[in-house]
Each structure stands twice: as C-alpha cells, then as structure tokens.
C-alpha cells in the first residue's frame, strides 16, 4: 500500500496532467471546432504522449464532457466565494450580485477560450454530454438564485422577481457582455466593463433610478 505522502504527491501530479490535457483542448477545440480536434493534437499542444490522454480519459468526448464539468465548476466556485464575501463583509444582496458579477468577468478574463466553447455548446442540442451542461449550467445559476430568494425573503428585492429566469439572464448577461468586450472591445478595462454591467443591475434589479 502506498503511504499517504505518495498517494497525495500521485495526486497532485495526476490533476497537474489533466490541468494540461484540460487547457490543451480547450484552446485547440475554441479555434477549430470539437469534430476537427484530435487526441494527437491535444497530447501535442500538453506536451504528453497520446496514452496519457487515454490514461486520464476514456475518450475525447469524455475529455470534453470533464472539461465543461472543471470549468464550470471554477466559475460556481467563484460566483459562490463571491456571495460568501460580501456576506461576511455585511453587504445587501444587491452588492453580492454586484460581486458575482465582477467575479463572473475575471473568471471569463482568465479564461476566455473556455467561455466561448461553453457558450457556442450551449446552444447544441446533439451532443453526449448534454445533459452534463445542462447539470452544471444549474449549479452555476442556482448560486445566483439562492441570492435573489434570499433578497426576496429579506425584502430587499420585490416578491415579483421571477427568480429562476432572473438568475439565468444576470448569468447571460454576463457571459454575452464579456465575449463582446474580449472578441470587439479588448482596449476597455475589466474595471470599465464591471462598471457597466453594475449600472445596468442597480436600475433592473434594485429599483433604483
């Protein structure tokens, strides 16, 4: 048996592989569609052979279907943190959307190859893993509702809020506004467009004028 020092050291390097194998393909499937990339080229641009591929995945669909669960995953975490520290700091709720939203805009600055395949893959209705997005794409939304619900509850946001469809379009609105500003507007500032989107939650959500 191993000991635990090398169980965690197998670990770590095992999720360093996959981090690799993870951006590897992103970025390759952003530029030249799902069906064009190859597991070659995917071990090519990580910088492992082609078995490690198939080591740490069944299969390039299955790669994919890991991937979309991994980055969502890092942007629910960090929408979550982001209500969690406004939460602790004494902020309304109106300033914990607010956080999500900035949190949403380096999540998608850091990771602009990554949003742009999650959103073309949104609109799919073919693929294996659909049901997969489907699942994370709830997680991610779901943080955002638990805000407004409790907005509501706490009397802060109108009773009339139709939670489920405001959290999806505050999600959407943040996902569309960042790929226009990385893909037509790349001289503003992640400042510049927080700000923007910031205004536009203050008047649509808050009420105030």
Request: overall charge negative; hydrophobic content about 45%; some cysteine.
């Amino acid at each position: 048996m191993e000991s635990s020092s090398a169980t965690s050291g197998g670990s770590t390097r095992r999720e360093a592989t996959r981090q690799k194998l993870y951006e590897a393909a992103v970025t390759l499937i952003a530029e030249q569609g799902f069906s064009a990339t190859t597991v070659d080229e995917i071990a090519e641009r990580a910088g492992v052979a082609k078995g490690t591929v198939y080591y740490n995945f069944a299969s390039k669909s299955v790669l994919f279907e890991e991937l979309l669960r991994h980055g969502v995953g890092l942007l629910t975490a960090s929408l979550r943190e982001a209500a969690e520290r406004t939460a602790r700091e004494g902020g309304t709720k109106v300033d914990a959307l607010d956080a999500m939203i900035r949190a949403g805009l380096v999540f998608i600055d850091r990771y602009p190859a990554f949003t742009q395949l999650y959103v073309a893959e949104l609109w799919r209705t073919n693929r294996a893993w659909q049901s997969t997005l489907m699942v994370v794409r709830q997680q991610a939304v779901a943080v955002v509702e638990d805000v407004l619900r409790e907005g509501v509850a706490g009397g802060e946001f109108s009773e009339e809020i139709d939670v489920p469809l405001t959290a999806a379009a505050l999600v959407g609105m943040v996902l569309v506004a960042a790929l226009d500003w990385k893909s037509f507007q790349p001289e503003r500032s992640l400042d510049d467009v927080h700000a923007a989107l910031s205004r536009l939650l203050q008047g649509r959500v808050s009420g105030c004028r």
